[in-house]
Structure formats: C-alpha cells, structure tokens
C-alpha cells in the first residue's frame, strides 16, 4: 500500500505542472509572455507590429504621444489600438456596443456579422463632402488587454483585399506589462529606437535642442 501511494503522487504533480500551460495556437495576436513565432517586427512598446513586403507601418502622434499605429496595403488602412482589459472577462461586447452607439450618433449605421476573429461590425460612416465610408471594427479580447482594428478603404468590402491586413492582425504581439491599468484605458506606445535617435540627430544637426520628434505627425514608417 505505501509502496502505491508513493508512485501516485508524482503523477499527481505532473499533472498539476501542466495545468498553467496555455494550450498551442496557430495564430495570434499573440501576448508576449506566451510562445509566438519569432520574426520581423517594429517595436512599438505595447505592441510588436509585424512587417513585410508590400505594406507600411506608420505612427499615429497626438504631441509627444503615440496614440497607435496605421498598417497601408495600397487602397485599405487599418488603424490599431491596444487597451487593457480586466483579467477575467473580455470588453469588445461593451466596446462594440460603443462604437455602434457613436457611429448611429454620427449619422452613420453598422451592422454585426461574424468574421475571422469573431463577431465584428461592418459599417457605414459618414465622411464631409464624400458619400459614406465602408469600415470594419475588429476586436479581439486577450489576457488582461484588448486589440482593436479598424479596417476602411478598399478591405473594408473585398476580402481579397483584406486578407494580407488580417494577416498583420494574426501576427501582432501585445505587451501588456504588469502595471496596474484602468479598464480600456490605452496600452502605451513609443517610437522605435531608431526613429528616435534619427530625431534628436536631426534637432542636433539643425541646432534645435527644442524639437519635438513627434510634432511633425505620423510619419515614421517601415517599409519592406
């Protein structure tokens, strides 16, 4: 009986060891404390953006804040935010509800369907002095943050055209930090190293200590 009870408790153990491990997926957005495949990417701080042939990553600035990323794919764009989440429960039900309540306000209308992350909304948005826009909110909910991706321009109806800036979203890489942060509250950003070496180089060079590098809007960019 002894002899029994002892070669069962490291079972027991080994089973209890794997429990935490997240089960494999084949794509993402990835958090960056699971495994995810390694390969070209601009670091942004809360978000690691892929980048390939055929598309350009810019910078959304607001004075000294980067307040998120644009992904161009000839006639389509699609802006991407990170926010953080509460750690039990996802808020793209709450966000969607938002977003459906703003556009309506705005004049415009949106509909939910499913698409290749979930539910998502497919809209109509009012643009000034051009007839209304298509545009698509994606949402995905991940451990304790929240990605969102709005897609307009010519991938917003044909999902040919979608398909390579779906596949920017499926390799994404969140970092979420373990800071404490309000619900929905935004993920920061930052340039990458180089862009902000490359600005203080040019105020150094033009002998303006004063220079925002940020102050000439979303212009940095990677290009392959």
Known sequence: MFRRRRRAEPQAEAVTEQEPQAPARDTGPWDSEEPHPKRDRVDLGGLLMPVGEGFEVQLNVSG????????????????IHAFAAPKRSGVWD????????????????????????????????PVEGQESQAVRYVGIDGPRWFLRAVISGQAADDPAAAEPLEEVVRDIVVVRGDEPMAPKEAIALRLPADARQAAEQHAAENDRPGLNPLERGPEISETR
């Not at 000294?64 to 802006?79: N, P, R």
């Not at 459906?100 to 809209?123: I, K, M, Y």
């Open 64 to 79: 000294d804040q980067v307040m998120g990323a644009v992904v161009l794919v000839e006639g389509s764009a699609m802006q």
């Open 94 to 125: 709450e966000v969607r509800a938002e977003l459906a309540t703003g556009v309506a306000d705005a004049g415009g209308s949106t509909e939910e369907r499913d698409g290749p992350f979930g539910v998502e909304l497919a809209g109509k948005v």
